[in-house]
Each structure stands twice: as C-alpha cells, then as structure tokens.
C-alpha cells in the first residue's frame, strides 16, 4: 500500500489563520497534503474550501484535503460547482472528505436539516455532487433536491474520489456504499480494523469496490509543549463523546514516539493514509514540523 501522511493547521496560538508561508513550507518539505477541517465557530479555522483554493495558489504539488465538509446543510449543487473549479485550478490536488454532521455541537445549529433528515439529505446531496462532478448535465428528482439539466464546468478530466468520515456501523455501510474512501477520527487501531471490515461487506453487499490504499485516518498528538488546557478540554470533549473507550487517552498519540507506534499499529489493520495535526495550539510551528519530518515522514513509502 501506498503509505502518505498529511498535516492539518499547526496554530502557534488561538486565532492564528493558515499563515502566508505554511502550505509553502509544507511542500519545500516534501509533506504530501495538507487538511482544513469544518470549523465555523473555532477561531483558529478558515473555511475549508477557500482555504484550499487559498492553499492552491499558492503551491504546485501540495495536495489539498477537507477533514471533513459538512455537506447537510450546504447546496449540493454549490460544493459540486466548487470542487470542480478548485479541481481546474489544482489538478490532480483536491481530496474532498464529507461528513454527515459537525464536529462541534457549537456548529451544528449553522447546519441545520429537518429533524430526523439529516442522513437522508447527505445522501442524496452526495449523489448530487457524484453525478455533477462526472456528468455534463444532470437532471435530478429528490426528496431533497432537484435539478433541471444542471451543469459544472469545467468537469474534472478524472473524477474526483469522495471520502467520507464517521465510525458508527450505520456509517461504515455509506461509505461502503457510496463513497470511495474513509477517512476517521479519534479512533484506535483495533476499531479502525473492524471500520474497515465493515466498510469492505458494505462494498461487496453494493457490488462495489474500495481501492486497498483508500483508507486513513486523523492521528492528533500531544507534544511535550502542548497547551494543558487545550490538552484537558479535548480529554474532556472525547470522555462525553467516546464513553465505551473508558480511557480517551488511548485516542491521542503520546509525543512522535507514541504516534510512530501508532501509525504502525494503524498499517497492520489496513490503514494507509494519515493526517497529524497537534491536540492544540503549539509553542513553534517550525518545531513541530520539524519534528513530524524527521519522525514520521520517513514512514512514508
């Protein structure tokens, strides 16, 4: 498997943008991709998608993630429209990863669905964003959604693989079902493991296939100069999100040491594809990347 490893925003302190030299630096290091997650109410955050055209412009190679876009609660139509131009600017760059809701219950009322809906509405919404990005005109019909031979231009010359995020079995058998990779969060290994056995019945049951490599997953880490109360606010956040893993601990990798053992753990079980960003604002940006250079880069293959 081909084993890539991506960073998301390494913040220096709270309300620190993407800075004018970091997707730069990224890529003069040989980094393969860079992430920008959905976080309207985190004053840390860009959106992600003008973040990556952002991003885009200002690189030649750097790949370009989203982890995740909340796509209930957002025009179908509009991410497609927005993919594909991003896709024109950075061809060959742009990894779109959906979820079906925000990660912070602060940002769940901006996208708002019908109570009951929301699964409903990712998924048409996602075929609605397959079928535009591959189809010179669609016309769709929804519960949710219609279209009348509506168009995107210009069409990605090779589609654009769709990643979904989650760790609920209701949401291993979507992405088995209709997306083309997974991308998890605050998992351990072992769980991954059996999101990835579910993710590949699903597939089989659809009559589909997932490419071996097209599964990955967040590793956050602790550095020795991490932020205590960044560190402590996010133990609590994953004690009342993730009550059955007993010890939220188990969900952080414990300095470059810890998260080296981790990735392994992770490739054992089918894993491949990795994006580290820090468990909350660090002392020196180039510290950090310097360290994720030298200890997980050459994890790379």
């Known amino acids: 498997m081909k084993i890539r490893i991506g960073v998301g925003p390494v913040p220096e302190r709270l309300g ?10 990224l890529e003069a290091r040989g980094i393969d991709s860079f992430w920008l997650s959905d976080l309207v109410s985190s004053p840390e955050a860009v959106d992600p998608l003008i973040g990556m055209a952002y991003a885009a412009g200002r690189t030649e190679r750097l790949k370009l993630g989203t982890g995740v876009l909340v796509l209930p609660g ?21 990894l779109p990863v959906f979820g079906v809701r925000a ?32 189809e ?16 995107v231009a210009p069409l990605p010359s090779k589609p654009l693989d769709l990643w979904l995020s989650g760790r609920a079995p209701v949401g291993m058998d979507r992405v088995g079902r209709l997306g083309d990779g997974w ?45 205590q109360r960044a560190v402590d606010a996010l133990l609590s956040r994953l004690r009342e999100d993730r009550p059955e893993v007993g010890d939220p601990r188990a969900l952080l990798c414990w300095g470059w040491a810890d998260a080296r053992a981790q990735l392994r753990r992770f490739v054992d079980v089918g894993l491949s594809k990795f994006v580290v960003r820090p468990a909350g604002t660090v002392a020196s ?17």
Do not use: K
Not at 16 to 25: G, H, Q, Y
């Open 183 to 227: 991308l998890g969060s605050f998992v351990t290994p072992v769980e991954a493991g059996t999101c990835r056995a579910q993710i590949l019945a699903a597939a089989a049951r659809a009559g589909r296939s997932i490419e071996d490599d097209h599964y990955g997953t967040y590793l956050t880490v602790v550095t020795e100069d991490a932020d």
């Open 103 to 134: 990660a912070r219950p602060a940002d769940r009322p901006v996208y708002a669905v019908a109570r009951g809906s929301r699964a409903r509405v990712f998924e048409e919404g996602l075929r609605v964003v397959r079928a535009l990005l591959t």
């Open 136 to 151: 010179p005109v669609v016309t769709h019909r929804g519960e949710f959604f219609e279209l009348d031979a509506a168009s």
């Open 74 to 94: 957002r025009n179908p139509a509009v991410v497609a429209a927005q993919l594909a131009s991003l896709a024109a600017l950075a061809p060959g760059r742009v």
């Open 285 to 301: 940006r180039r510290a950090f990347l310097d360290a994720f250079q030298a200890e997980l880069l050459p994890l790379q293959n």
């Open 16 to 25: 620190d943008p993407v800075p004018d030299d970091l997707v730069t630096e």
